[in-house]
Protein backbone atom coordinates (compact mmCIF):
# COMPACT_ATOMS: atom_id res chain seq x y z
CA UNK A 1 0.00 0.00 0.00
CA UNK A 2 0.67 3.69 -0.70
CA UNK A 3 0.19 6.83 0.92
CA UNK A 4 -0.24 4.97 4.32
CA UNK A 5 -1.18 7.36 7.31
CA UNK A 6 -1.80 4.70 9.87
CA UNK A 7 0.95 2.36 12.39
CA UNK A 8 -1.26 -0.19 11.94
CA UNK A 9 -4.45 -1.89 10.16
CA UNK A 10 -4.94 -4.38 12.80
CA UNK A 11 -6.57 -6.90 10.03
CA UNK A 12 -7.01 -10.51 11.81
CA UNK A 13 -4.92 -13.14 10.05
CA UNK A 14 -2.70 -10.47 8.57
CA UNK A 15 1.76 -9.45 9.46
CA UNK A 16 1.75 -6.21 8.64
CA UNK A 17 4.85 -4.09 7.94
CA UNK A 18 4.61 0.00 7.92
CA UNK A 19 6.91 2.23 6.64
CA UNK A 20 5.97 5.85 8.04
CA UNK A 21 8.05 9.27 7.63
CA UNK A 22 7.67 11.45 10.56
CA UNK A 23 4.55 13.50 8.39
CA UNK A 24 2.73 10.11 8.67
CA UNK A 25 2.97 9.51 4.85
CA UNK A 26 4.65 6.11 3.72
CA UNK A 27 4.29 2.09 2.36
CA UNK A 28 3.10 -0.87 3.77
CA UNK A 29 3.00 -4.58 3.02
CA UNK A 30 0.09 -6.89 4.36
CA UNK A 31 1.04 -11.10 4.29
CA UNK A 32 -0.94 -13.53 5.77
CA UNK A 33 -0.25 -14.91 9.04
CA UNK A 34 0.85 -18.09 7.89
CA UNK A 35 3.92 -17.08 5.64
CA UNK A 36 7.37 -16.42 7.43
CA UNK A 37 8.75 -12.96 6.96
CA UNK A 38 12.41 -12.40 6.96
CA UNK A 39 14.44 -9.47 5.97
CA UNK A 40 12.75 -6.62 6.11
CA UNK A 41 14.28 -3.05 4.82
CA UNK A 42 12.41 0.24 4.90
CA UNK A 43 13.69 3.27 3.12
CA UNK A 44 13.58 6.57 5.96
CA UNK A 45 11.50 9.02 3.98
CA UNK A 46 8.58 5.99 4.10
CA UNK A 47 8.84 5.82 -0.06
CA UNK A 48 9.33 2.15 0.12
CA UNK A 49 9.73 -0.90 2.00
CA UNK A 50 11.16 -4.73 0.96
CA UNK A 51 10.49 -7.96 2.63
CA UNK A 52 10.81 -11.39 1.99
CA UNK A 53 8.19 -13.97 2.28
CA UNK A 54 8.91 -17.18 1.55
CA UNK A 55 12.03 -16.62 -0.49
CA UNK A 56 10.17 -13.98 -2.70
CA UNK A 57 11.52 -10.68 -2.63
CA UNK A 58 8.32 -8.11 -2.19
CA UNK A 59 9.14 -4.57 -2.87
CA UNK A 60 6.78 -1.26 -2.43
CA UNK A 61 7.49 1.78 -3.52
CA UNK A 62 5.54 5.31 -3.54
CA UNK A 63 7.72 7.34 -5.78
CA UNK A 64 7.67 11.13 -5.96
CA UNK A 65 4.86 12.94 -8.23
CA UNK A 66 4.35 15.27 -10.44
CA UNK A 67 5.88 17.21 -13.42
CA UNK A 68 7.94 19.53 -11.52
CA UNK A 69 9.14 16.44 -9.62
CA UNK A 70 10.92 14.69 -12.38
CA UNK A 71 13.85 14.70 -11.78
CA UNK A 72 13.53 13.49 -7.50
CA UNK A 73 11.19 11.05 -9.42
CA UNK A 74 14.43 9.75 -11.78
CA UNK A 75 16.77 9.81 -8.52
CA UNK A 76 14.31 7.78 -7.14
CA UNK A 77 14.67 4.93 -9.34
CA UNK A 78 18.42 5.53 -10.24
CA UNK A 79 19.92 5.39 -6.49
CA UNK A 80 17.12 5.67 -3.70
CA UNK A 81 15.58 2.24 -3.86
CA UNK A 82 18.77 0.75 -3.77
CA UNK A 83 18.82 -0.58 -0.19
CA UNK A 84 15.32 -2.41 -1.32
CA UNK A 85 16.63 -4.48 -3.75
CA UNK A 86 20.07 -5.60 -1.68
CA UNK A 87 21.36 -7.49 -4.50
CA UNK A 88 18.80 -9.70 -4.11
CA UNK A 89 19.14 -13.03 -7.02
CA UNK A 90 15.65 -14.63 -6.51
CA UNK A 91 11.90 -14.28 -7.84
CA UNK A 92 10.96 -10.79 -6.75
CA UNK A 93 7.71 -8.72 -6.77
CA UNK A 94 8.17 -5.01 -7.43
CA UNK A 95 4.82 -2.76 -7.32
CA UNK A 96 3.79 0.52 -6.07
CA UNK A 97 2.90 3.91 -7.13
CA UNK A 98 5.56 4.80 -9.53
CA UNK A 99 3.84 7.87 -10.72
CA UNK A 100 5.63 7.59 -14.23
CA UNK A 101 5.19 5.18 -17.02
CA UNK A 102 8.21 3.26 -19.16
CA UNK A 103 6.10 3.82 -22.44
CA UNK A 104 4.83 6.06 -24.31
CA UNK A 105 1.78 3.61 -24.77
CA UNK A 106 1.01 3.59 -21.77
CA UNK A 107 0.06 7.40 -21.24
CA UNK A 108 -1.51 10.55 -23.14
CA UNK A 109 1.11 12.87 -22.73
CA UNK A 110 4.39 12.69 -20.73
CA UNK A 111 6.05 10.65 -17.85
CA UNK A 112 8.50 8.49 -19.51
CA UNK A 113 10.94 7.50 -16.87
CA UNK A 114 14.19 5.55 -18.49
CA UNK A 115 15.56 5.44 -14.59
CA UNK A 116 12.33 2.98 -14.02
CA UNK A 117 12.69 1.10 -17.14
CA UNK A 118 15.77 0.22 -15.84
CA UNK A 119 15.03 -0.79 -13.12
CA UNK A 120 12.19 -3.23 -14.00
CA UNK A 121 14.65 -4.62 -17.12
CA UNK A 122 17.65 -5.17 -14.80
Same mark, same amino acid.
Request: aromatic content about 10%.
Given at each position: ?? %? /???DS?? @???YQ *?? /? #? @?N??????A? $?CK *? =??????V &?? $???????A?? +? *?? &? @?FV #?V?A? =?? =?Q? !?????AF? %?????? @?? !??????A +??G??? #?? +?????????????Q =???? /? +???
Amino acid at each position: MQ %E /VAIDSFK @LYGYQ *EI /V #N @LNPQKRGTAI $LCK *E =SFKIGDV &VK $LADGRGIAME +V *EG &V @LFV #NVYAP =SG =SQN !RQERAAFF %EKGITP @LL !RRYQGKA +VFGGDF #NC +VIDKNECWGRGICQ =SLAE /V +VNG
